[in-house]
C-alpha cells in the first residue's frame, strides 16, 4: 500500500512539473554550424502577432537599457518553421521529434555565435504570451540576453496560438 501512495506521489508530482513545462518554455545554446549569415532588418513585413511579440520585446529590452533586436528574415523562417512543426504535431517541445531546438536555426542558414529559443502557447493575445513569458525568469533570460537579432513564428491551430521566438547572434 505505501508503494502505491509512494508511485501516486511521484507521478502527481511529475504531471504538475510537466504541466508547467508545457505552458512556457525556453532553451538556450550556444552551436556553431557552418552556413552562410543573413541580412538583417528593424522593419517585418511578418504576421500582426509576430511584429507586436517584435515590438513588446524591444520596448522591454529598451526600458532595460539594452540594445534593440533587429529582425533576421533567417531567425524569421527558422521560427516559423518551428511554429509550424508544433503546430502541426501537436507537440509541444524544443526537440519536437527528437530534433535540437537550433535545427530550424542550422537550416535557415544562419550562423551564429549563440543562440536561443521561448516558446509560448494557448494565450489568446501576444501580450498575455509576452507577459508570461517576461514573468518566467529563464524566458527571461532569453529576452534581456546578449543577443543582436529576432524572429518570431506564429502559427494558429486547432484553438491555439503558438509562438516561436529565436535569439540569435551571427559569427
Given at each position: 500500500?505505501?508503494?502505491?501512495?509512494?508511485?501516486?506521489?511521484?507521478?502527481?508530482?511529475l504531471?504538475?512539473?510537466?504541466?508547467v513545462?508545457l505552458?512556457?518554455?525556453?532553451?538556450?545554446e550556444t552551436?556553431t554550424?557552418?552556413?552562410?549569415a543573413?541580412?538583417?532588418?528593424?522593419?517585418?513585413?511578418a504576421?500582426p502577432?509576430?511584429?507586436?511579440?517584435?515590438?513588446?520585446?524591444n520596448?522591454y529590452?529598451?526600458n532595460?537599457?539594452?540594445?534593440?533586436l533587429?529582425?533576421?528574415n533567417?531567425?524569421?523562417?527558422?521560427?516559423?518553421?518551428k511554429?509550424?512543426?508544433?503546430?502541426e504535431?501537436?507537440?509541444?517541445s524544443?526537440?519536437?521529434?527528437g530534433?535540437?531546438?537550433?535545427?530550424?536555426?542550422?537550416?535557415?542558414?544562419?550562423?551564429?555565435r549563440?543562440?536561443?529559443?521561448?516558446?509560448a502557447r494557448?494565450?489568446?493575445?501576444?501580450?498575455?504570451?509576452?507577459?508570461?513569458?517576461i514573468?518566467?525568469?529563464?524566458?527571461l533570460e532569453?529576452i534581456?540576453?546578449?543577443?543582436?537579432e529576432?524572429?518570431?513564428?506564429?502559427?494558429?491551430?486547432g484553438?491555439?496560438?503558438?509562438?516561436?521566438?529565436?535569439?540569435?547572434?551571427?559569427?
Amino acid at each position: 500500500m505505501k508503494e502505491r501512495v509512494f508511485l501516486a506521489a511521484i507521478f502527481f508530482g511529475l504531471a504538475i512539473v510537466v504541466a508547467v513545462h508545457l505552458l512556457t518554455d525556453t532553451t538556450q545554446e550556444t552551436h556553431t554550424p557552418t552556413i552562410t549569415a543573413a541580412k538583417t532588418s528593424s522593419v517585418s513585413t511578418a504576421h500582426p502577432e509576430e511584429n507586436r511579440m517584435i515590438e513588446l520585446t524591444n520596448e522591454y529590452r529598451k526600458n532595460e537599457g539594452l540594445n534593440e533586436l533587429k529582425v533576421n528574415n533567417q531567425l524569421m523562417t527558422s521560427s516559423q518553421a518551428k511554429a509550424d512543426v508544433l503546430c502541426e504535431s501537436g507537440e509541444w517541445s524544443h526537440t519536437p521529434n527528437g530534433q535540437k531546438f537550433y535545427k530550424e536555426i542550422i537550416e535557415s542558414g544562419y550562423k551564429y555565435r549563440n543562440a536561443g529559443e521561448n516558446l509560448a502557447r494557448k494565450f489568446d493575445s501576444t501580450d498575455k504570451a509576452f507577459q508570461a513569458l517576461i514573468d518566467s525568469p529563464t524566458h527571461l533570460e532569453n529576452i534581456v540576453g546578449d543577443y543582436k537579432e529576432i524572429g518570431v513564428g506564429f502559427a494558429e491551430c486547432g484553438g491555439k496560438n503558438y509562438y516561436v521566438i529565436h535569439y540569435g547572434e551571427q559569427l
